[in-house]
């Protein structure tokens, strides 16, 4: 049996063949480099969401309809536009004329996988209807909750924008709400030649994975022992960004339990029934920048600030 704060190897394992399966399932359907599929699996078995931020034709939608057959979920797709309303994410009460009473109608939220394309083009009052649902999973509609199935991950797209094309930019209470955010960016030049040469196909419909095999996955990540000197690290490296003067809000403590929550869901990916710093330092560029608030309207100083506090705070 093993002793409270550790999981058995077992355990670590079937986390880690659960995680070679899904790399090699959307690996078909999209070429992704391997620290950036990572990020995606160890986001989603950690019970976060993605933010997905980078220039059009990269491979974001793929990634994101790859990511929701290989887990074999249910799946609905969300384009975001200006007239998108928070009902037709969420659902609406429907007045039923021939019973005389309203019959609540669910709207895509409730999918195990939610794609929302550009994001950034809903108005601040749709984005804020998903707040409830990425926070709490259900959605409270005439005063009902309605609670979403499990597993529940939101897969949001952006475009970067200089802010005069039409978008919004999210919020930082809904920046807070993406566990990660990564960039594809371009492939190299071998790459992106083989990607003309055979250009990568719609992944199989076969699943390789089960909502109830990732709620399992889920269960057993959270129990990957991170020590009190790990935590300390992590809170350290919290500080370091709450400190540097470039920055007007610095990472909360909700920043350092995903990132400690990631970094365990990292570890059990690579086989490890605990964390290490390097989890932890992997997991940082992707976990804390979009959190950060900073001076100047550059997206790349919050960058900056976690790099500069990840070469000075030591490894305790």
Do not use: C
Request: glycine letters at 8%.
């Amino acid at each position: 049996m093993a002793s409270v704060g550790t999981v058995s190897a077992a355990s670590v394992d079937d986390v880690a063949a659960l995680a070679g399966r899904l790399r090699e399932a959307i690996g078909r359907g999209v070429r992704v480099a391997d620290p950036i599929l990572d990020v995606v699996i160890a986001t989603t078995l950690a019970g976060g969401h993605l933010l997905l931020e980078d220039h059009p034709g990269v491979g974001k939608t793929r990634l994101a309809r790859a990511l929701a057959r290989s887990i074999g979920g249910s799946f609905a797709r969300v384009q975001a536009t200006v007239d998108l309303l928070p009902s037709d994410v969420v659902g609406a009460s429907v007045w039923l004329a021939d019973r005389g009473a309203f019959e609540f109608r669910p709207g895509p939220v409730f999918a195990n996988v939610l794609l929302v394309d550009e994001i950034n083009r809903a108005t601040p009052k749709t984005q804020s209807g998903l707040l409830e649902a990425m926070q709490e999973r259900q959605v409270t509609v005439d005063g009902v909750g309605h609670p979403i199935p499990p597993p529940f991950v939101v897969v949001a797209t952006q475009n970067p924008t200089a802010g005069h094309d039409g978008t919004h930019p999210l919020p930082p209470a809904q920046l807070d709400r993406f566990l990660a955010r990564v960039s594809l960016g371009y492939p190299d030049e071998d790459a992106e030649v083989a990607l003309l040469r055979e250009p990568p196909q719609e992944p199989d419909l076969v699943a390789v994975a089960s909502p109830d095999a990732v709620e399992e996955a889920r269960a057993t990540v959270a129990r990957v022992h991170a020590g009190d000197r790990l935590l300390r690290y992590v809170v350290a490296l919290l500080r370091a960004t709450r400190d540097d003067p470039r920055i007007l809000v610095g990472a909360s403590p909700r920043a350092g339990l995903l990132l400690s929550g990631a970094a365990r869901a990292l570890a059990a990916i690579a086989g490890r029934e605990f964390v290490l710093p390097d989890d932890v330092q992997r997991l940082a560029p992707h976990v804390l920048p979009h959190r950060l608030q900073t001076v100047d309207a550059d997206p790349g100083t919050a960058i900056a600030v976690v790099a500069d506090a990840l070469d000075r705070t030591p490894a305790r």
